[in-house]
Each structure stands twice: as C-alpha cells, then as structure tokens.
C-alpha cells in the first residue's frame, strides 16, 4: 500500500499536509498524535471511505478495518455480523468468535452485547475477511488492560499468521511497541507524518 | 421564523423510526398484555354496533339506514351464494398487483432520490405534481387513454400510490447510517447484499409505514377504479346497488371487504413487522 498525499482539507481548512506513508506485506505501522490532529482522516483516505483528497493512492485488494466505532449490523446477530460482510465460512467465524472470548455469544445481538464485547466482535469481523491490510482506529480503547493485553497478543498472532500489513492508530505508544509496529506522529497543521 | 415544510414533519431520526413504538409493544406487553389489550377494542366496536342499532330503530326506515341484523342478514346471504368470495377476489387481485408495483417502483423511485442529490432536484416536481393530482383524474385518464381494461385499472391504482411510497422511503434512505455504508465499502460487500443486510433493514420501519397506508389507500381507489370501469370486484358490486339505492348491499359488500383489509393487516403486515423488529428486543 502507498499513499502520496499532497493535502486534505475540511471546508478549506487544511488538516493533513504533505505526507508519504508506504506498508509492505508483513510490516506494520502505527500512527500516534494527540485527539484532532487527522489520525482517522489519514485511515479514512487509506481505506478509500475519503476520496476528496489530493494525491495518490495505491492499496491491495483485500482490505479490512477496526472502527472507531464497533459499526456492527444491529439487526444481525453476532455470528451473522462476521460472516455476511467477510463471506467468512461458518466454522472459520466461530472460531475467530472464539479466540477474542465471545464463544457461546453468536445468536446475541449486538445491542445484547457490552461495549467491550462489540468492539471485540468487530476485530474478529476484521480477520475474518483475511485482509492484505488490516486498518485499526483505536481498537483497544475501552476495554480492561487485561483484555486489551489479550487482544493485542491475538491480533499480533493473526498478523503473523496471516502475513498480513497493519496501520494502526492509536494514543498509546506502548499498544504500538507490543505489536512490533514502527510508530509515526502526526503533528503541526497542517499535520505531517515524522 | 420559517415555518416547518412538510419534510421536517416526516424526517425521523434512525433512532426513532415511525413504527419503533409498535414494534417495541410486544416485549412490553410481554403476553399478560396480549388478551386485556383487545378488549378495549372489542368494547368500542360494540358501542358502535349499539349506537347504529339505536340509530336504525329511531329512523324507522330500513331502506334509507338498515338495522346490524339487516346487514348481517345480507352479508351471510352473498357468503353463502358465493358471489362475495368470486367479487372480493377479483378486488383483492387487483389490490395485490396494484400494491406490488407501487411498492416496488415507488421503493426504488424514493432510494435512488435519497440517495443522490442531483436526481432528486430532476424528479422533485414531477413528483409533488403526481401527489395532487386527484385519484379520480388519474383513473379518468387511464381509462381514456389506455383503454377500459385491466391495464389500465391497475396502472392508475400503482401511479395514485408510487409517489406516496417515493416520499416515505426518501425521508428513510436519507436517514441511512453512514458509518455503517462505510463498514460495507471497506469489505466491499457485494450491492445486492448491502441492499438485503444494511440498506433493507434501515428501511424496515419506513416500508411497513408505506406499506400500511398503502394498503387502506389502495383498497378505496381499486373500488372507485372498479365503480367506473370493471365489470366485476367489490367495487362494480356497489355500482349496481347504488342504482337500486340498496343500503344494506352496500353496506355489506363495504364491512366484508373491511374486514379482509383488516385480516391481511393483522396476518401479514404485523406478523412482518414484529419480525423486523426482533432485533430492537432485550432477551436473546
Ligand atoms: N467530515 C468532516 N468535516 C469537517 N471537519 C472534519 C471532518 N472530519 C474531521 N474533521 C476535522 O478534521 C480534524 C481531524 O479529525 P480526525 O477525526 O481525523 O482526528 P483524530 O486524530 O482521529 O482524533 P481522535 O484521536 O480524537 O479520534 C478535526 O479537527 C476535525 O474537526
Ligand atoms: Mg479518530
């Protein structure tokens, strides 16, 4: 994946400026920068959600991403919420449901799951698609050091499993230490990759 | 102060969709509700039938307003013939067609305007056009240009109805969620299973709306459709009584097909909402 990004601008307020991020198969990066600075408008752009940007962008087919937000399908249960938008087979989603802890959970709604609970069925979602690229916005915010601990050591394990590239975005330096990714900061405005 | 267009009044928020109360009654009820819940209903209906008995008896002409038991008597009469199931079905094929098609074009009409801008500038005043334009012209029309047939009947009961549904599910695709358009981008989930997994049950509460008020509005215009220009159905029955001045026909070809408006509700439109609904509920 490569993106040259000249600007992006909000109603002509620049936010991002010129950056150069570049992920290769197997190696993983983390975007690290203070609350407002541009983090989810640089993933947006990578994920292809942003398309009024001004640059270049390049990204493999298979792509996957861990929202801000869990983002799940209210009307859908658990199981059917990793599998309709993975295509995931059956098997292969309750055992991913498995590994984040939410065996026994997949006929539950979402709304009958905790906070926590979403956002680890959104990750098993995301690994179920078995991206090239995996985009994470804060996965682990708001859930216990001990679970969070537990889902970073799965995600590490998937990634190597999978051979798959990560971006990862995060407030904590130490989230990025513990997968092995690269940390880049955003900061100045417009914000700039360092 | 600007006053509020009617689009303010119909633009609910995702969170409460129009039909959110209805769905949310079952669990609320739970099943002690169900039994003590119709009884009110039961209770004003007989009040109803009371105050018309009262009524016929103070007239004291059964020809100009007939008695319950006059009706009843007429209604058990045209059942046992036959002649009411023959007529009621040809009416309700005609209000099935006519439903189908309005829902479908009308559905797709109001999506594709939600969803982009620039068509609904294009299609906004053919369609505030098309919903005051009276039902009685549109069928007029259709008659004159079409011809007196079947084509026609049900094509001037669908265009009466499509723009009515158009406007609901515009209201409702404008109010589609974002975030989760975005979740099925970035796993590229394939159209018709957005259009089955996100767009559809976004849309639930905004098609049981057009649905429901699509079936009471369609039922009266296939009966003014049928007065006009049909040689059978419910509607070509009230013709010929209505030359005789017989008010107790009339009123027992109107009750039987009210009642089978009201079965179909019961049986099919909230059965499929409350399905729609399940996932609003708290037990697993
Ligand atoms: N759709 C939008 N319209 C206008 N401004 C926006 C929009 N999206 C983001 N912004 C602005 O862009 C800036 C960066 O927002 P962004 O969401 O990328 O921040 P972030 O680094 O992810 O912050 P956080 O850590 O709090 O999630 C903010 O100042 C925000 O107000
Ligand atoms: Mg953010």
């Known amino acids: ?194 | 102060m600007p006053p509020p267009g009617p689009r303010a009044v119909t633009l609910a928020p995702p969170s409460a969709p129009p039909s959110a109360p209805r769905g949310a009654q079952p669990h609320a009820g739970a099943r002690r509700g169900r039994v003590p819940g119709l009884v009110p209903g039961l209770v004003s209906l007989g009040a109803l039938l009371a105050l018309w008995a009262v009524a016929a008896a103070l007239t004291g002409n059964p020809r100009r307003l007939p008695g319950p038991w006059a009706v009843g008597h007429e209604l058990f009469a045209i059942a046992a013939s036959g002649e009411l199931w023959f007529h009621a079905g040809m009416t309700l094929f005609r209000v099935a067609l006519a439903f189908v098609a309005a829902m479908i074009l009308g559905g797709a009409l109001g999506l594709a305007m939600g969803r982009s801008p620039r068509l609904d500038r294009w299609l906004d005043p053919t369609l505030v056009i098309l919903l005051n334009i009276p039902a009685l012209v549109i069928i007029v029309l259709a008659y004159i240009w079409i011809g007196l047939n079947e084509t026609a009947a049900i094509l001037a009961v669908a265009l009466n109805k499509i723009p009515v549904v158009a406007v609901i599910l515009r209201e409702g695709t404008r109010a589609l969620r974002p975030d989760l358009d975005d979740m099925a981008r970035v796993f590229a989930m394939s159209g018709p299973a957005r259009l089955r997994h996100v767009v559809l049950p976004q849309l639930a509460p905004h098609l049981a709306a057009a649905a429901r008020t699509g079936v009471a509005l369609i039922w009266k215009i296939v009966l003014v459709v049928e007065f006009l220009g049909r040689s059978n159905g419910v509607g070509f029955k009230i013709h010929l009584l209505f030359s005789s001045f017989d008010v107790a026909g009339v009123l027992a070809w109107s009750l039987a097909f009210v009642a089978v408006m009201l079965a179909i509700d019961a049986g099919l439109l909230r059965p499929w909402e409350a399905r729609a609904n399940r996932w609003r509920q708290d037990a697993p």
Do not use: C, Y
Not at chain 1, 8 to 19: D, I, T, W
Not at chain 1, 23 to 40: C, D, E, M, Y
Not at chain 1, 64 to 88: C, D, M
Not at chain 1, 171 to 183: I, K, M, S, T, V
């Open chain 1, 1 to 194: 994946m490569r993106l040259e990004l000249t600007s992006r601008s909000f109603a002509g307020r620049p936010v991002l400026g010129a950056l150069t991020l570049e992920v290769r198969r197997g190696q993983r990066v983390a975007i690290l920068g203070p609350s407002g600075i541009g983090k989810s408008t640089l993933l947006r752009i990578v994920a292809g959600l942003d398309r009024d940007f001004q640059g270049r962008r390049a990204v493999p087919e298979r792509l996957a991403a861990v929202f801000q937000e869990p983002t799940l399908l209210p009307w859908r249960r658990a199981l059917a919420n990793v599998t309709i938008p993975t295509g995931a087979d059956r098997a292969a989603a309750l055992a991913l449901m498995d590994q984040v802890g939410l065996a026994g959970k997949d006929r539950h709604f979402p709304r009958q799951l905790s906070l926590g609970q979403q956002r680890r069925l959104s990750l098993a979602r995301a690994f179920a698609a078995r991206p090239d690229l995996l985009l994470m916005d804060e996965p682990f915010a708001s859930l216990d050091a001990d679970t969070a601990g537990r889902m970073l050591d799965l995600t590490a394990a998937l990634l190597d499993a999978s051979g798959a590239g990560l971006i990862l975005v995060t407030h904590d330096p130490a989230e990025a230490a513990r997968l092995g990714a690269q940390p880049l900061t955003l900061s100045g405005t417009p914000a700039r990759l360092a």
